[in-house]
Structures are given as C-alpha cells and as structure tokens.
C-alpha cells in the first residue's frame, strides 16, 4: 500500500542477550508502517542508515515532513540526506513529541510479542523474529493490497496460500 509524505520515526529498545539494541521503526501519518531496522546503536549513522533503508522502498512516497522525538541523531542525519540530495530540501523535520503518538502506540505490539519470547539470544534471530511480526501486524492492519482491514477469514486465507497451508 502506497504510503503518504508524512512520516513518524522512532526508535525502541530491545534486550538482545543481555544487551540493549535499537529498532528503527517509521509509519505514516495513518499508521501505515514504512519500514523498519534493527541496530546495536543510536547515533547519526543509525538514523541516516534507516532513512536510506526507508526512501529505498518502492511503497514510500518522498516524505514533505518528518516527525521525530527530540534525539539529537536524527536532525543530523536528516541534513545529511538533504545535502545528498536523498531527501528534498523542503522536507520540514517537525520534532514534537505528542505528533508521534501513532508511532509510540504502533510499537505495543512488538514489544508486548517480545517481552512473551522473553527476548533474545542473537542478533540474526532476533532480526528474524521481528522480520515476521511486522510482516503479520502489516497483513492485520490492511496494508496488502486487496485485503482490507478486519477481513479475518480473508487474512486467513492470504496466509495460508502465502505459506502453503493445506487448511
């Protein structure tokens, strides 16, 4: 589902043997998730590595804003992108915490799925693991084209024929 040019970002903490990592996470302003990137650190790097990873998709629309949380990272990694002419030099970066409430709601999910695995024992797995539960929380809110949302027999069905499932 093509996404429109207002996008939410950001990061959540995940415990990966022991040790605290972050997942990137970006939606737009309807809540339809971008993308999202798993990594071993917060800093400008990350931020600019997961904006790349985000405009690469072909269901991404070329954003006109961004809103963030008041990390320091991502200004930084934003001017970067615009001087690399990544992102166009209109795009307004909005750093207002109570615009990001679809973001902070849509990573429940994920972390409530986490904290039940008890978290994880690899970076791979847990890469892995999160690569699976977006692609289902995707498929429940409507994102594939011709499923609609809260259709749960048509999600069924899609699922089972996607992974081969004699029902």
Same mark, same amino acid.
């Given at each position: ?41 917060? %800093?400008?790097?990350?931020? =600019? +590595?997961?904006? #790349? ?8 629309? $070329? ?42 709601? %849509?990573?429940?999910?994920? =972390? +409530?799925?986490? #904290? ?8 791979? $797995? ?42």
């Amino acid at each position: 589902k093509q996404s429109n040019g207002s996008y939410r970002t950001d990061e959540t903490y995940m415990k990966i043997k022991g040790a605290w990592h972050y997942l990137y996470r970006a939606v737009d302003s309807e809540g339809n998730t971008l993308d999202w990137m798993l990594s071993k650190q917060r %800093d400008r790097a990350a931020a =600019k +590595r997961f904006f #790349k990873k985000v405009l690469g998709n072909s269901h991404c629309k $070329t954003p006109t804003s961004i809103t963030t949380d008041k990390n320091a990272a991502y200004p930084l990694a934003i001017k970067a992108l615009c001087k690399e002419n990544r992102l166009p030099v209109n795009c307004r970066h909005r750093q207002i915490k109570y615009l990001n409430n679809i973001q902070e709601q %849509d990573h429940r999910f994920i =972390k +409530r799925l986490v #904290k039940n695995n008890q978290w994880f024992q690899s970076f791979q $797995t847990a890469k892995n693991t999160l690569a699976g539960y977006e692609a289902m929380h995707m498929i429940r809110k409507g994102q594939v084209r011709y499923l609609p949302k809260g259709n749960v027999l048509a999600q069924k069905k899609f699922i089972e024929n996607l992974f081969g499932i004699a029902a």
